[in-house]
């Protein structure tokens, strides 16, 4: 059975990487969970799952704060908000948690404006108090260091610091960028890397080092991109559509042959991210009553559970963790 990873903590429920939604999932059975991390001002590394952070707390109802809502290019895209790496953690901590997608998740929204942000080592705490693993993604680190951060040793100072360095079993790192990966690996790290695969692009590093030769995320899949990442990494974590390889009319043809190819390497194979709404699923598994509407999720899932994937990454943990069951509980 498949690893169940408490995406960001349980948010079906709970505003994303909050406590309460890390000690839901907890609570609910899952094997780790799931922090993605960005920089503070004074280098701290905090919880949330982009560095533009306007939708995800109350910062912009905060009247000390109006002055810091700027406009900065993330990955190619341009953004306008409120940045972490312009707050320290002693004023991120004064911002409390909202829901990210309110329209879709009305009941985690109720919960906005009741916690504060967390930092890394918060939920290491949690999770190491829990007896559970974490699998920390690690955001946008070539457009941090191009602003002074450099993640892989900011990651290998806080793992070193809170005893987590050399947690091979309860610990794994992932990334959409492989350079970072690759800096995190010269630096002595020795738990478990993971290389995240979007359904299409390139990773946004590459494109700024090799522009139109970058290496895409659809090369890496390929006998000789498998290879190549047998070398690098420990695992592969791709984008359910690319497991689910769907036909002109919504519906699964998979699971996809890649996953046995990688697992034939060596390495571990996770995806992301099972959510049971209409809107998250592939056409064919949608039901009536909307986009916020449970689908007929259970059927999507079958596919992934059929692949034999090491790993699966929920946003409802105790639906991920009925339907998957997971390592610890069979163990």
């Keep these: 059975m498949p690893v169940v990873i408490g995406h960001r903590g349980a948010p079906g429920y709970l505003p994303e990487h909050s406590r309460s939604s890390y000690q839901r999932a907890i609570a609910a059975g899952v094997d780790a969970v799931e922090p993605d991390v960005v920089p503070s001002k004074d280098g701290v590394l905090v919880v949330r799952h982009e560095n533009e952070i306007s939708g995800t707390t109350d910062v912009s109802t905060r009247p000390a704060f109006a002055d810091r809502r700027t406009s900065r290019v993330v990955d190619g895209e341009e953004l306008t908000g409120w ?63 191009r602003r002074g ?51 299409d692009g390139a990773p946004w590093d590459l494109r700024e080092r090799d522009g139109s030769e970058a290496r895409t995320y659809a090369s890496m899949l390929t006998t000789a991109g498998l290879d190549a990442l047998a070398d690098e990494v420990e695992g592969i974590s791709p984008d359910k559509r690319l497991v689910l390889a769907p036909d002109r009319w919504g519906r699964a043809k998979g699971p996809a042959g890649f996953i046995g190819a990688a697992q034939e390497r060596g390495l571990r194979v996770f995806t992301w991210t099972c959510r049971p709404e209409n809107a998250f699923l592939l056409p064919a598994y949608r039901r009536g009553g909307g986009r916020a509407a449970l689908g007929d999720f259970r059927r999507e899932w079958g596919v992934l559970r059929d692949a034999g994937l090491d790993g699966v990454f929920v946003d409802h943990p105790d639906l991920g963790v009925e339907f998957f069951g997971g390592a610890a509980r069979n163990s």
Excluded: N, Y
């Design 149 to 199: 951060f450099d993640m892989a040793e900011l990651v290998t100072a806080e793992l070193s610091e809170s005893g987590w360095a050399d947690a091979v079993d309860a610990l794994v790192i992932e990334s959409f960028e492989p350079l970072v990966l690759a800096r995190l690996r010269e630096r002595g790290i020795r738990v478990p890397l993971v290389q995240l695969i979007e359904a």
């Design 83 to 145: 940045f972490t790496e312009d707050f320290t953690w002693a004023e991120l901590q004064t911002l409390r948690c909202r829901e990210r997608i309110p329209a879709i998740r009305p009941g985690s929204a109720a919960h906005d404006d009741t916690e504060p942000v967390l930092r890394l080592r918060d939920v290491l705490d949690l999770a190491r108090d829990a007896g559970i693993g974490v699998v920390l993604e690690i955001k946008h680190a070539a457009a941090f260091a």
